[in-house]
């Protein structure tokens, strides 16, 4: 079975970075598109980006400047680092896999930001 | 960026009623179009795939439809444990898009 689960810090300081990684079991990162989508309080919700099977990666146009995820096949994990954060970047982040549709997701990991 | 309208924001039901969820895109999308259910404290479950297309392990009751820029999800006889946040979102082009969900409640 897929299983995918986020890690990281749960508080992060305004103009540092936040950092996030999702470990996936029971599929190889190697085969179809693993995102990183947020949800907001008040349930809004936010498709960050993705990468590839290949390594290839699209981000959403609002977050390109800031956003960049990686990848370690060896490891089967994926990561996220949003640069230059602010408290409009406190939300529950997910990790999810794409294809038709987000079928797998983690579990969520609340990223608040605050001095 | 395609925006995503759903209404409405929230609907009232009682269990046994049978409901319709809105959701219209700014421009047209084919069938690109994926339904999720989410409950406090839960992932996103999804519901329907590309518009009508059933997945594994999710009650018959929920159905979707539509086509070009209007979409419907069908809860056919509410459930009890159906009360949540249903979103749509689209694949039809980058970036992907959500809308802003339709809560059900219990009337």
């Known amino acids: 079975e897929v299983q995918l689960q986020e890690s990281g810090p749960g508080l992060v300081k305004p103009s540092q970075s936040l950092s996030l990684t999702c470990s996936v079991t029971?599929?190889?990162?190697?085969?179809?598109?693993w995102g990183w989508i947020r949800k907001f309080p008040g349930n809004k919700m936010e498709w960050m980006g993705y990468i590839s099977y290949s390594g290839s990666t699209s981000y959403n146009p609002f977050l390109k400047s800031r956003i960049s995820i990686t990848r370690d096949t060896s490891k089967n994990q994926f990561f996220l680092q949003l640069n230059s954060v602010t408290t409009e970047d406190t939300a529950t982040y997910y990790c999810?896999?794409?294809?038709?549709?987000?079928?797998?997701w983690g579990q969520g990991t609340l990223v608040t930001v605050s001095s | 960026d395609i925006v995503l309208t759903q209404s409405p924001a929230t609907l009232s039901v009682t269990p046994g009623e049978s409901v319709s969820l809105s959701c219209r895109a700014s421009q047209g999308i084919s069938t690109s179009i994926h339904w999720y259910q989410q409950k406090s404290n839960e992932s996103p479950r999804l519901l329907i795939k590309y518009a009508s297309q059933s997945i594994s392990g999710i009650p018959s009751r929920f159905s979707g439809s539509g086509s070009g820029t209007d979409f419907t999800l069908s809860i056919n006889r509410v459930e009890s444990e159906d009360f949540s946040v249903y979103y749509c979102?689209?694949?039809?082009?980058?970036?992907?898009?959500f809308g802003a969900g339709t809560k059900l409640e219990l009337k």
């Open positions: 999810a896999r794409y294809y038709g549709g987000y079928a797998y």
């Open positions: 029971g599929y190889s990162i190697t085969s179809n598109y």
């Open positions: 979102q689209q694949s039809y082009s980058l970036p992907h898009t």
